[in-house]
């Protein structure tokens, strides 16, 4: 299978840049595998889309004020999935979220 990373710096609202990836990903005929946060600061989401998409999902966030860099060459194939992860990194002045963490142990 192969595999396709993408990052993304942008003073986009978090939440919207967020949702703008997703639906991009939905748009494209793929899906969300995984997402990891990192307070309001950087966000990762794992997807799958089929590989005859990738040109689709790029443009998509281009068009929506996203500008992907592409960490590796992306796979030429046009057969089967492909795997990816967009890191994004969040550029604003807001404060660190708090987030109250239950006790375990």
């Known amino acids: 299978m192969n595999f396709a990373r993408f990052s993304i710096v942008t003073a986009m609202d978090r939440n919207a840049a967020i949702l703008e990836v997703r639906e991009a990903i939905y748009r494209s005929g793929g899906w969300v595998e995984d997402q990891v946060f ?29 500008k992907p860099h592409i960490e590796d060459e992306p796979p030429t194939e046009e057969a089967g999935d492909v795997r990816g992860t967009v890191s994004l990194t969040f550029f604003h002045q807001e404060p660190d979220l708090k987030r109250e963490v239950p006790p375990f142990g």
Request: overall charge positive; hydrophobic content about 40%.
């Open 38 to 66: 990192f307070s309001n600061k950087a966000a990762t989401i794992r997807f799958e889309i089929p590989a005859s998409s990738l040109d689709k999902f790029q443009r998509d966030l281009l068009e929506r004020g996203l």
